[in-house]
């Protein structure tokens, strides 16, 4: 039985760490997207011939520009996510980190 808990131990913080170095390579990516993003601003001429160009589209074709690295809303959205994705791995490191505590507290 104590092999079986503790592979699930190491699976859990290999897991959580893994889950929070993707979730800060994420946070990175989207953070520079959007400062880039606001260094290099666009003209009034540009901005609104794209949103021309957006409202005579098909609701599909906007739909799937969603995933545009371009794009701020998926840029936050992205930022978001990997926020949430990093705090449920810090959660699973430590309720692991809770479980290697509470056996060693029960082995002595």
Known sequence: ?????????????LSGTFGLQQASKGITQASF??????????????????????????????????GNKDNLTGNLLSLQNNLNYAQASSKVIGVAKDLVGNLIDDIA
């Open 33 to 66: 997207d959007i400062a880039n993003r606001a260094a290099h601003p666009r003209d009034t001429t540009d901005v609104l011939a794209d949103a021309a160009k957006q409202q005579l589209r098909q609701p599909r074709d906007l739909l799937s520009g969603l």
């Open 1 to 13: 039985m104590s092999f079986s808990v503790a592979n699930s131990v190491n699976s859990a913080l």
